[in-house]
């Protein structure tokens, strides 16, 4: 009979290979867990004992078991997966196997330190055998509050991923090169029993249903859930939190919050009230929902988390619902619809994802667009302006680089750059947005039925993007192929455009023709809708059309000459440029700042103010160009072009002075090199330079990021007069001509609580018959920035600087000069081209070849939200200006301290007051402790 049997077996096999593609979709086969855990609050640990019954359900045999232990992957502080969220995350995390039984014998195991333990078969294990997996663990629970492993927080304990997981079995095989990274969320379906042993005075809630409580002894008891059928499951445990309950249709709904007597019952009432609207929407919009138990948390996890029938919010969300916020809301409706799309249907390989976010985002985009107003406007809160600004600002936090996401194919697996900006926001807005341009084609309506469709048949299955589409074919009798290629597989970016607009001579005095040129590059395969305004006001609208391959010409009869036209005025199209789709072309003018557009040049406007003791003030007006292709407002920007241009007028010295900019980015260059032009005059000094930066490595981003850093150079020459202004030393005064190329090496980290910052200066001057200056100039500034609780930092500041040759005074090491670090952003009163930062010594123009200086300062933070901060400062300065680095004597070393206050804002608006009240070495005839101050700003718009 066994001969037969493995007979059988090759024969499958052969069919298999010769019939069956080698796809990388997971084989469904059969898992049941029971787990029996023990929590131990004294050391912060699970113990468990987990039997999985494993039925091989495949076309292949099986002689190993791959299981994830997904808290391996923080095991080392000194891993990649650990620095990356090493902010998330006080201590290391582990999981470790005692023993592993097969049928009731010991088994062998390797890798068990590792994020995928093999674990190898006594027998080969053929397809429809079945076999019991015994396995002993230790899962410790690390301080934290992290997104991919279990961890605690004040009394809050999280245990997601905290237990060994069968890893995923594909068609081909096993995949062990792909098990090496953290847990997927969406995981395969499997059927789960639960019992955990825990202190009395902790309460639990999780994926499963609470089925009974065993009362055991030293206060301990034991709860007991009922086997489900999950993707995946998640408990959360307190001490100090209280459970209630939501009775919704056939759902049972289970809420885990803090004990807080003063406002518990409004902000349950009011989370009661959100989650019960989310899930009636989305049970009339799609199907009614489908879980009968769901557990929502307040936890510490930053955003929002979800598993199967198990979601967190981070605090603050939590109370955000209660005050009706959009973003809160945001979160808890793409959680919820994860229980539909990634938990009931589940696209669960990382290029296939783009389903599970793309129809989270989806959903929760319709259910805020539809409900949220009603909402506010329930809660007497005002819906016009508040809800435009936050809508906007929100959207524009995530979108702020369009062209990258727009340009990535959502249906590519790109597995090295697991969990990166790039990837995430593919699957997450451009999954939103290919679904949404779906809809546009389909219409409300059949659009609906096609995800209620998809629902039904991939219910608990492991579904594609061929899957969805074939369904939605199946369904709306649409051809999507030419949809697919463009929006699914492809890089290339669409580009709806105006070509040319023909008006034609007047028929008759009431009658005109326009006839408008389009074409889209490449094609959209979407319907397009186009605008015309005339001059007495009235739109006519032409909707449906479909482009051919070639330019399409439009035609509109106006009774009054057509003044403006809108291709695709609603923005049902996806595009990283609309410019082009407006007759004339948009050009706004704005005041100071405003979010980025893509559908118009913006032209901002602002005054300017740079003072000096020589001029009392220079006034002036800048006028800056930008057009943002790469939509980055918050951080390092690759806007394609940008220029600026002002005119300044001293007050005193009756001069006046320029300054004229041009950047643009080559973005089809290795890098994506940005280079700059720039000239101006302030004091004579007629500078000239063409500069250049790119950024190296991988860049992480604010808010997205908990790690955030970049690497940069910059290169370049620059071209000046060389003159010494009298206000620093009029005994001293120079001529000539100056030009020096320089580089510039920035290095900066942010792992939240530790920040620091490497720079790296070396410039050349280069005399030849047209210049008069040879030198060289180096310079090294190390800054590092540590949070020693929630308010307070100590900061610290290390910088060097060594020249040589013919320097002119202007390129000297000034004593009290520009950070070098801010010498990228800061402007400051008294402040002149250097790098030294001894604030109690402005009133002099300290300067020399060489040059060391520290800083150290306690910040303590007064007010402060996310990228805003007002800090108060304590400081303590020390340096010297040596004529011989080597021959350094302690009375040389000059000293000064003092307080001060800073505010920022987005790294774009800076005002800071510094007062050095001591100083060591004050001038002749002043006493060293006296009032002295230094004001400092700067405005990055």
Known sequence: MRNFKIYLFSILSLITILVIPFTIHAAENKIIYNLDLTFNKEVHSIKGTEIVKYTNHSLLPIDTIYFHLNPNAFRNTKSKLYQRYENLLDEPAYLNIHSVKINGENADFHGDKTVSMAVILPKTLYPSDSITIYTEFTTKIPRGKHFFCPSYSKGAYQLIFFYPKVEHFYNCGWKPELYKTVADPFGVPSSYKVSLTLPNEFKAVGSLILNSTTQLPNNFVQLNYSGQYLQEIGFSISSNYKISHLKLNNTTITLLT?????????????????????????????????????????????????????????????????????????????????????????????????????????????????????????????????????????????????????????????RTTDFSILSDQTKYFKGQKVLEMMEYILGDSLFKSVINEYIKRQKFHITTTEDF??????????????????????????????????????????QHITEIVITDEPKCHLPVEINAIDEIGDTLTK??????????????????????IS????????EFNRRNNHYPQKILFKFLIDAPRIDAYQIFYYPTFDFNRTDITRIGLKLRGRYWINMRPFFPAQSL??????????????????????????????????????????????????????????????????????????????????????????????????????????NFHNWGSYRHTLRIKANFGIKSLYTDYAYQKYSIDGQLKFRISKRPWIYQRLFFGKSSGNVPAQQNFYFFGKNIFENLTFESYRLVKGAGDMRGYGGRSLKGKNII????????????????????????????IPSNLTKITWNQLKHDAGIGLEFNAFEAIMIGMHFPIWVSHPEEGKNPIAFRWVFSSWLNL
Do not use: C
């Open 543 to 564: 909707s449906g059309i479909w482009l051919s391959d070639k330019p399409d010409t439009i035609s509109f009869h106006s009774s009054t000459s057509i003044k403006k």
């Open 641 to 746: 072009d940008e220029w600026y241009a002002s005119i300044n007028y001293g007050i005193k010295t009756k001069t006046l002075g320029y300054d004229f900019s041009y950047s643009t980015s080559l973005l089809s260059m290795l890098f994506k090199p940005r280079v700059s032009l720039r000239a101006r005059n302030y004091f004579g000094l007629f500078e000239s330079k063409i500069s250049s930066e790119i950024y190296i490595g991988e860049i992480k981003y604010p808010i997205i990021h908990q790690m955030q850093g970049y690497k940069k150079l910059i290169f370049g020459a620059q071209y000046e007069n060389v003159r010494t202004s009298k206000f620093l030393n009029e005994s001293n005064w120079q001529k000539g001509k100056l030009f020096y190329p320089f580089l510039d090496f920035i």
């Open 469 to 510: 589409f074939r369904i939605a074919e199946e369904v709306s009798s649409h051809d999507f192929s030419g949809f697919y290629k463009t929006w699914v597989e492809s890089s290339s970016i669409p580009d709806l455009k105006i070509l040319k607009v023909k008006k034609m001579k007047d028929i008759a005095p009431d």
């Open 258 to 414: 803090k004990d807080n007597k003063h406002n518990y019952k409004i902000q349950e009432q009011n989370v009661k009230e959100v989650v019960s609207d989310i899930i009636n929407y989305y049970s009339d919009y799609f199907l009614p929902f489908q879980s009968s138990h769901l557990s929502i948390v307040s936890g510490n996890i930053p955003g929002g988390f979800a598993t199967a029938n198990f979601i967190i919010l981070n605090s603050k969300i939590y109370r955000g619902i209660k005050n009706i916020d959009y973003q809160s809301i945001q979160v808890l409706s793409h959680e919820i619809a994860h229980q539909y799309f990634g938990f009931l249907v589940n696209a669960n390989e990382s290029y296939e994802t783009w389903l599970n976010e793309g129809f989270a985002n989806y959903a929760a985009s319709k259910y805020l667009t539809n409900r949220y107003p009603l909402l506010r406007e329930k809660h007497n809160y005002p819906v016009t302006n508040f809800t435009k600004q936050t809508n906007k600002l929100f959207n524009l936090l995530f979108l702020s680089m369009e062209q990258e996401q727009i340009g990535q194919p959502v249906y590519t697996p790109n």
């Open 567 to 574: 291709l695709d005025p609603r923005k049902k199209i996806w």
């Open 853 to 880: 200086t520290t800083n150290t300062e306690i910040r303590w933070n007064l007010a402060g939200t996310g990228e805003a901060t007002f800090d108060f400062i304590l400081f303590y300065d020390t340096g010297v």
